[in-house]
């Protein structure tokens, strides 16, 4: 056992990089687990003021100065912010509410249709089975309206929480922003000057994160605008919340997709009942989210994430299991962080590059 051991850190450990490597690693993951939610706004601005370098090194290449590009850069993401803020949340907000108060009338409206599917598919359903069914919807929204309601009045306390959320965030961003420079430079210092694996795993994540939160970023707004688009020339109610629903699909590969499409199919059942317009509804959703998975993301992202699905899948489970949305919306960066720090990681049994005997 012993030897087996000392093969292991001879093999993966055998240089002083790796072991502060993973030291580093190991403390980043015990604040996260730990002070994840203290430390939300800090790691918010992180993300934000990254998405938006991207802008102020725009500029940069127009000859803008580096301080007026900022500023530029951080005016548009207040407007951006502030108009999610007071515009879109409040009406997205007002038409969820205004949904709930009409579940009892849509229940009723959704138990009259099914109740007619047996006289017009007498060969697929029967009355009974259909009563069985509005028995468990009926039983299921029921939990839902009280998990809803019991997590509204828990959540009162979090509305400070949020407020101070909202101020700290576009403070850091600017500072961020502004002082980037310094703020490298000092973590650097902190870091060994001799550093060949973090450089390596860090220009693939730099690469990878660039393309993925910029490209992901632009696909919900895309996506998000295309369905509210679409959806209110349908006429379907709640266009908005549901554009909304199906822009945020886009975060989770594969079961958002899915996800999605039940709410979907269930306002435009209630509103219309199995029909024309039912079906209009759906096949612009699968149309809109084919298009965004073989036109829309081939051309935003130009460097793709090489993860296998079982991979994505795996990643979206652990990572939003200790994160919650946070965790699902950052499991493939993360997963592509883990895959480049093996990728990079010495190892002293592989052959370097060159010819093969």
Request: glycine share 6%; with cysteine.
């Given at each position: ?14 240089d ?8 580093l ?23 934000i ?9 725009l ?21 951006v ?14 038409q ?23 006289e ?9 089975q ?70 390596q ?8 994160l ?11 707004l895309?996506?998000?605008v ?5 959806l ?6 709640y266009?908005?919340l ?5 822009g ?16 979907v ?12 317009e ?44 200790l ?5 699902v ?11 480049a720090i ?14 093969q005997?």
């Amino acid at each position: 056992m012993r030897r087996l051991i000392r093969g292991f850190l001879d093999r993966y450990f055998h240089d002083e990089e790796a072991v502060i490597f993973t030291i580093l690693l190991a403390v980043a993951l015990v604040v996260l687990l730990t002070m994840g939610s203290i430390l939300a706004p800090l790691l918010a601005a992180v993300v934000i003021a990254y998405l938006l370098q991207g802008l102020v090194n725009l500029l940069l290449r127009y000859n803008v100065p580096y301080l007026l590009a900022v500023t530029l850069v951080f005016l548009l993401f207040v407007g951006v912010f502030m108009s999610v803020l007071l515009w879109l949340l409040p009406q997205v907000w007002m038409q969820f509410v205004r949904l709930i108060n009409e579940l009892p009338r849509l229940i009723v409206q959704a138990q009259g249709v099914l109740l007619h599917l047996p006289e017009s598919y007498p060969d697929l359903v029967t009355e009974q089975q259909m009563r069985d069914l509005i028995r468990t919807l009926t039983a299921d929204l029921a939990i839902f309206g009280q998990r809803i309601l019991s997590y509204s009045i828990s959540s009162i306390p979090l509305i400070f929480a949020w407020i101070v959320f909202l101020v700290l965030v576009p403070v850091l961003v600017f500072f961020m922003l502004k002082d980037k420079q310094q703020l490298v430079l000092w973590i650097e210092n902190l870091l060994p000057h001799n550093r060949p694996l973090m450089v390596q795993v860090w220009r693939e994540m730099d690469l990878q994160l660039s393309n993925y939160i910029r490209g992901k970023s632009l696909e919900i707004l895309i996506v998000g605008v295309t369905s509210y688009v679409v959806l209110a020339l349908l006429g379907i109610n709640y266009a908005l919340l549901l554009s909304v629903l199906m822009g945020l699909s886009v975060v989770v590969p594969f079961i958002g997709v899915t996800a999605v499409a039940i709410p979907v199919a269930l306002v435009a059942f209630a509103q219309w009942g199995i029909g024309g317009e039912f079906y209009a509804v759906m096949a612009a959703y699968c149309i809109i989210q084919l298009l965004d998975a073989n036109v829309l993301v081939p051309v935003i992202f130009s460097e793709t994430v090489n993860l296998h699905p079982v991979a994505i899948l795996a990643a979206v489970l652990v990572f939003g299991g200790l994160w919650g949305l946070a965790g699902v919306f950052f499991a493939i960066p993360l997963a592509t962080l883990i895959k480049a720090i093996i990728n990079a990681w010495p190892d002293t049994t592989r052959k370097p590059p060159g010819r093969q005997y």
